[in-house]
């Protein structure tokens, strides 16, 4: 595909990098996608000083394993959510608005002067000033913005500068459309996969092995954040469904969590105490490199995404653990919920179950551990589906529609 019209694409991001939170991997998967794709791309984001020794020391590639196929700038930006504690909260929601609104002008005025073919952006405030600059943009949504962002996206619709909106999923575009942005003009692209992390991967037992992990008991795996956006992702309810599973062959199920934050767990074992599961059945492990997570899911007898029904995971959310579990071709237990919908089907390459339900939850674990036929199918045709979702072709897809609104216009 020829490409040769977009040469520089610049990546205006607000978010400190590298982070543990999944938004910052997605952002630099994409920057090296598109790099991948034939374009020139530029990383902007800001730089502050680091709470962590462990981030301030590591480069974004080495932090994410990434190729360095793209260049990195960063603007300065005072980090300020200390003065939350100083500030009531309702003054505070309102000095930050109006100084991420500042630093948005600041940012995209910095990144006019680099005179790119196309920029890029996941923030609503950022979009605003690009199209009001007069550059050609793209905006990635990952929620329906509310509120005082909704009304600055109101403005950006009207902009003949946008060349795209890509968001999560439909019920997303829904949203968009229904505030005046074109149907034609928003592309529903889920989150991806890198397929190559999961060349190679060694048999469950040795993978086991190399982890240190029991070999003679189920293993039932969550690998993702434990938390977002200061939210539950299921991990509460999977703790809960674990009193209702039996043993398997004799041997009593584990359940394996992995990425974090490790200041969450002590709740989660208090909560086990309270239910009568034996710390023994549990382990609890920090984030690990993207390139070791195959490992830990190909570790796992059955994987699980319990998320909890409400408006974010129903409606908005792409978890990143979908594809990697789906990559790796490790039987899926899913909550049932629209979002989960657009990507797994029940029965097919996944089993869902209806969400905040510890006994259905466990009920669906029992039925792929004891049923291995009917796991081992679901999980050969999720991973025969994943090939789909990769970041290159995701980057692909993007960059011809950009391509095709040019000539269009």
Same mark, same amino acid.
């Given at each position: 595909?020829?490409?040769?019209?977009?040469?520089?694409?610049?990546?205006?991001?607000?978010?400190?990098?590298?982070?543990?939170?999944?938004?910052?991997?997605?952002?630099?998967?994409?920057?090296?996608?598109?790099?991948?794709?034939?374009?020139?791309?530029?990383?902007?984001?800001?730089?502050?000083?680091?709470?962590?020794?462990?981030?301030?020391?590591?480069?974004?590639?080495?932090?994410?394993?990434?190729?360095?196929?793209?260049?990195?700038?960063?603007?300065?930006?005072?980090?300020?959510?200390?003065?939350?504690?100083?500030?009531?909260?309702?003054?505070?929601?309102?000095?930050?608005?109006?100084?991420?609104?500042?630093?948005?002008?600041?940012?995209?005025?910095?990144?006019?002067?680099?005179?790119?073919?196309?920029?890029?952006?996941?923030?609503?405030?950022?979009?605003?000033?690009?199209?009001?600059?007069?550059?050609?943009?793209?905006?990635?949504?990952?929620?329906?913005?509310?509120?005082?962002?909704?009304?600055?996206?109101?403005?950006?619709?009207?902009?003949?500068?946008?060349?795209?909106?890509?968001?999560?999923?439909?019920?997303?575009?829904?949203?968009?459309?229904?505030?005046? !942005?074109?149907?034609?003009?928003?592309? %529903?692209?889920?989150? #991806?996969? $890198? &397929?190559?992390?999961?060349?190679? *991967?060694?048999?469950?037992?040795?993978?086991?092995?190399?982890?240190?992990?029991?070999?003679?008991?189920?293993?039932?795996?969550?690998?993702?954040?434990?938390?977002?956006?200061?939210?539950?992702?299921?991990?509460?309810?999977?703790?809960?469904?674990?009193?209702?599973?039996?043993?398997?062959?004799?041997?009593?199920?584990?359940?394996?969590?992995?990425?974090?934050?490790?200041?969450?767990?002590?709740?989660?074992?208090?909560?086990?105490?309270?239910?009568?599961?034996?710390?023994?059945?549990?382990?609890?492990?920090?984030?690990?490199?993207?390139?070791?997570?195959?490992?830990?899911?190909?570790?796992?007898?059955?994987?699980?995404?319990?998320?909890?029904?409400?408006?974010?995971?129903?409606?908005?959310?792409?978890?990143?653990?979908? !594809?990697?579990?789906?990559?790796?071709? %490790?039987?899926?237990? #899913?909550? $049932? &919920?629209?979002?989960?919908?657009? *990507?797994?089907?029940?029965?097919?390459?996944?089993?869902?179950?209806?969400?905040?339900?510890?006994?259905?939850?466990?009920?669906?674990?029992?039925?792929?551990?004891?049923?291995?036929?009917?796991?081992?199918?679901?999980?050969?045709?999720?991973?025969?589906?994943?090939?789909?979702?990769?970041?290159?072709?995701?980057?692909?897809?993007?960059?011809?529609?950009?391509?095709?609104?040019?000539?269009?216009?």
């Amino acid at each position: 595909m020829n490409r040769k019209s977009i040469v520089r694409l610049i990546y205006l991001a607000n978010a400190y990098l590298p982070t543990e939170m999944a938004h910052g991997y997605q952002i630099c998967k994409m920057c090296e996608a598109f790099a991948l794709n034939g374009a020139q791309v530029t990383l902007i984001y800001p730089h502050r000083h680091r709470m962590y020794a462990s981030l301030s020391a590591t480069l974004i590639f080495e932090y994410y394993g990434l190729r360095p196929l793209f260049n990195v700038q960063t603007l300065p930006k005072w980090y300020v959510e200390p003065l939350r504690r100083s500030i009531r909260n309702w003054w505070f929601k309102r000095f930050l608005f109006v100084y991420e609104f500042v630093w948005g002008w600041y940012a995209a005025r910095k990144a006019r002067g680099e005179k790119a073919d196309i920029y890029y952006t996941r923030d609503s405030i950022i979009v605003y000033w690009l199209t009001r600059f007069g550059l050609p943009t793209v905006y990635e949504a990952h929620i329906v913005p509310k509120r005082i962002q909704r009304q600055l996206l109101r403005k950006v619709s009207q902009s003949s500068c946008l060349q795209l909106v890509v968001v999560l999923t439909s019920y997303i575009k829904q949203g968009f459309v229904a505030m005046g !942005f074109s149907e034609n003009k928003t592309l %529903v692209l889920p989150d #991806a996969v $890198d &397929l190559s992390l999961f060349d190679n *991967v060694p048999s469950q037992v040795e993978c086991r092995q190399r982890l240190g992990l029991s070999l003679d008991h189920p293993i039932i795996g969550y690998i993702g954040r434990f938390q977002t956006m200061g939210m539950e992702k299921g991990i509460p309810e999977l703790i809960q469904a674990m009193r209702y599973l039996p043993p398997v062959n004799g041997a009593e199920p584990l359940l394996l969590c992995v990425g974090g934050p490790m200041e969450a767990v002590p709740a989660y074992l208090a909560l086990a105490h309270r239910i009568g599961i034996p710390e023994h059945r549990l382990k609890f492990v920090d984030r690990v490199p993207n390139t070791e997570v195959p490992y830990w899911i190909r570790a796992c007898d059955v994987v699980i995404a319990p998320f909890p029904n409400t408006e974010h995971y129903a409606f908005f959310m792409s978890p990143l653990k979908l !594809f990697e579990y789906m990559a790796a071709g %490790v039987p899926i237990v #899913a909550s $049932d &919920l629209p979002s989960i919908g657009e *990507v797994l089907r029940h029965g097919e390459n996944a089993w869902l179950v209806p969400p905040g339900n510890p006994k259905a939850l466990a009920e669906g674990i029992r039925h792929l551990l004891e049923n291995t036929n009917i796991a081992k199918a679901l999980a050969q045709q999720a991973k025969e589906e994943v090939k789909q979702y990769t970041w290159n072709r995701r980057a692909a897809t993007i960059l011809q529609h950009i391509l095709d609104a040019q000539k269009a216009g």
